[in-house]
């Protein structure tokens, strides 16, 4: 079987959490939550909601944990603060609540945005994980990088019509004791 859609599946929206990490962005200016929300709604999923975190390790560990005990949310998605900077504290804070790591979604999201920026992909500690049935996603904050990652990635792998498999099928599955 060749990797890719299949028409015939029935598409299972989810409901999706999208998270910036910044200092520095508004609603206004946050181009790359903008873009995740606006894509994940294209693809037929639910945005049921949007937050802006400043670049602390424990209000960020505090949201991801209360998007995680909400049964409400499937999927979260951040943007910002991946990169090497004393502020960059967003893969700190998932890893503090994976149950679960995704390490080949940093490796792929890496090699897809070497085309698009060359050596500079290994500046990003893009990462991914599952806790307490929640999906989790850190991607860099750039709008490029949201593209990359939600157009090569996330787009297929959060459609239950993806085959041979894709997140959305194992979300029940992630939820079991």
Request: net charge negative.
């Given at each position: 079987?060749?990797?890719?859609?299949?028409?015939?599946?029935?598409?299972?929206?989810?409901?999706?959490?999208?998270?910036?990490?910044?200092?520095?962005?508004?609603?206004?200016?946050?181009?790359?939550?903008?873009?995740?929300?606006?894509?994940?709604?294209?693809?037929g999923?639910?945005?049921?909601?949007?937050?802006i975190?400043?670049d602390?390790v424990?209000?960020?560990e505090?949201?991801?944990?209360?998007?995680?005990?909400n049964?409400?949310?499937?999927?979260?998605?951040?943007?910002?603060?991946?990169?090497?900077?004393?502020?960059?504290?967003?893969?700190?804070?998932?890893?503090?609540v994976?149950e679960?790591?995704?390490?080949?979604?940093?490796?792929?999201?890496?090699?897809k945005?070497?085309?698009?920026?060359?050596?500079?992909?290994?500046?990003?500690?893009?990462?991914?994980?599952?806790?307490?049935?929640?999906?989790?996603?850190?991607?860099?904050g750039?709008?490029?990088?949201?593209?990359?990652?939600?157009?090569?990635?996330?787009?297929e792998?959060l459609?239950?019509?993806?085959?041979?498999?894709?997140?959305?099928?194992?979300?029940?599955?992630?939820?079991?004791?």
């Open positions: 079987m060749r990797p890719g859609l299949d028409d015939a599946g029935t598409f299972t929206p989810l409901a999706v959490a999208v998270l910036t990490v910044s200092d520095t962005r508004t609603q206004e200016t946050d181009h790359s939550g903008r873009l995740l929300a606006e894509r994940a709604s294209e693809a999923h639910r945005v049921v909601a949007q937050l975190v400043k602390d424990d209000l960020l505090a949201q991801l944990r209360a998007w995680i005990a049964p409400g949310i499937d999927v979260v998605i951040a943007t910002g603060g991946t990169g090497i900077t004393a502020r960059d504290v967003t893969p700190e804070a998932f890893h503090a994976f679960k790591e995704l390490p080949g979604f940093g490796e792929l999201f890496r090699q945005s070497l085309a698009s920026i060359g050596l500079a992909s290994l500046l990003s500690r893009a990462t991914a994980g599952v806790a307490r049935g929640t999906l989790l996603f850190a991607l860099p750039s709008t490029g990088a949201c593209r990359d990652a939600w157009d090569g990635i996330l787009r792998l459609d239950s019509r993806y085959r041979p498999c894709n997140l959305a099928e194992l979300l029940p599955r992630l939820r079991e004791d």
